[in-house]
């Protein structure tokens, strides 16, 4: 009584235990190995034709499923994913065009617009929550429709 609720899982011929869960007694359900990253770029990515978002700079990454290198999340179990997405991106003329598009198991998933701020820096802020299976994949894609070129500073 009082105590909390512990699931664990062997970790193999070491004897020990990992925990997976835990229900404390007062009522938190606690799960510690929760997937998540956090990254950001660095330095400025030109974006000429249609590139993946990769960022090179890994705050965090709980379970390792973000990949830096190629941009891609893969999910480590099924379940409702909400990705965000902050750049501040910059258009020499008000006619360029800036697309995002976020790509699930290498099929476009939408397409969300931005125009050119004539010589300004322009926020694009991204946001969706997504149901992803265990081991489907997630990235974002980001394209000028070839006119002109877009630097991403964030």
Known sequence: PGADLV???????????????????????LTPLQPAFNAKSTNAVAISGTVTLTFNSVRSNASN??????????????GQYLFTHKGLYYAMSASEYLDLYPYVNGSQWAR?????NSGEHTQVDYSEIIYLNANDTFKILASNRNIGSYNMYA
């Open 112 to 116: 969300y617009e931005q125009t050119g």
């Open 7 to 29: 699931f664990s899982t062997n970790i193999g011929s070491t004897g020990g235990y990992a925990e997976k869960m835990r229900i404390s007694s007062n009522g938190y359900v």
């Open 65 to 78: 499923s973000y990949n830096s290198s190629n941009g891609t999340f893969t999910a480590p179990v099924s």
